[in-house]
């Protein structure tokens, strides 16, 4: 999946791996209302995003994917970098959400958290209200 993330063939086995896990999650998953998954930073790279992708996996009777609502304002990559080194360059998230919305965070790949963290104090920050979050992988056991 590494070797493959941001190449085209990438997509395919995004696509795939979206249908095995995030697909049949939604499937499964039941919420006394409707909730709104959220792609982090859902900027396309390599012709397409990993996390929308992910996210358009989760379309389901109570999840409503959204795109587009959470970007960061600095291009920072972490591959490869310390928890430190994370920590001293966050990743200025910015969201024009509207309302007090039950969320679930999307990202592919979670090494540290920290992506994850800055992304649920943002939008909570701003009135909504982060149930969970659902990557795809954990880089530690990859």
Do not use: W
Request: hydrophobic share 35%.
């Amino acid at each position: 999946m590494l070797k493959t993330k941001h190449k085209f063939i990438g997509h395919q086995i995004y696509s795939i791996m979206a249908k095995n896990s995030f697909k049949r999650f939604a499937k499964e998953f039941e919420f006394s209302k409707k909730v709104y998954s959220i792609s982090i930073d859902d900027q396309i790279e390599s012709g397409y995003s990993h996390t929308a992708i992910l996210n358009r996996a989760l379309k389901s009777k109570y999840i409503i994917p959204l795109y587009s609502k959470l970007k960061a304002t600095k291009s920072v990559k972490y591959s490869g970098k310390s928890l430190e080194y994370r920590l001293k360059h966050p990743r200025g998230f910015r969201s024009d959400l509207k309302g007090n919305l039950d969320l679930i965070l999307v990202d592919d790949i979670v090494t540290t958290g920290t992506t994850i963290l800055e992304a649920r104090a943002t939008l909570e920050k701003i009135g909504h209200n982060s149930l969970f979050a659902l990557c795809l992988a954990d880089a530690k056991e990859l």
